[in-house]
Nanobody, 125 residues
């Protein structure tokens, strides 16, 4: 079955960086877009970034543009989220998600079919 496993979270000081990884299995990773989301305590889950199946197009939420970078390595079935200039308000559980639409070119909230278990990111001030 489809599995998504995130790693790379942890505790970092404000201004620091982290790189999250998400390894996918159980499906043909290279044919599907991937996304990163986060959810802070008491808040709704929010979209951060997405990357299409080929890696040739990326999308970002406005509040992470210039700080976060999504990338993928289809040979390793892995999607990454490089996070720089982290702020205390970035503290949340971060999730990767797999789009269920074959070679979709645009992200859609209803398109994400599979989710990882999440990894905690805590940014101290």
């Amino acid at each position: 079955q489809v599995q998504l496993v995130e790693s790379g979270g942890g505790l970092v000081q404000a201004g620091g960086s982290l790189r999250l990884s998400c390894v996918a299995s159980g499906y043909t990773f290279s044919n599907y877009a991937m996304g990163w989301f986060r959810q802070a305590p008491g808040k709704e889950r929010e979209f951060l970034a997405a990357i299409i199946w080929s890696g040739g197009r990326t999308y970002y939420a406005d509040f992470v543009k210039g700080r976060f970078t999504i990338s993928r390595d289809n040979a390793k079935n892995t999607v990454y989220l490089q996070m720089n200039s982290l702020k205390p308000e970035d503290t949340a559980v971060y999730y990767c998600a797999a789009d269920g639409r074959f070679r979709a070119l645009y992200p859609a909230a209803q398109g994400y079919k599979y989710w990882g278990q999440g990894t905690q990111v805590t940014v101290s001030s």
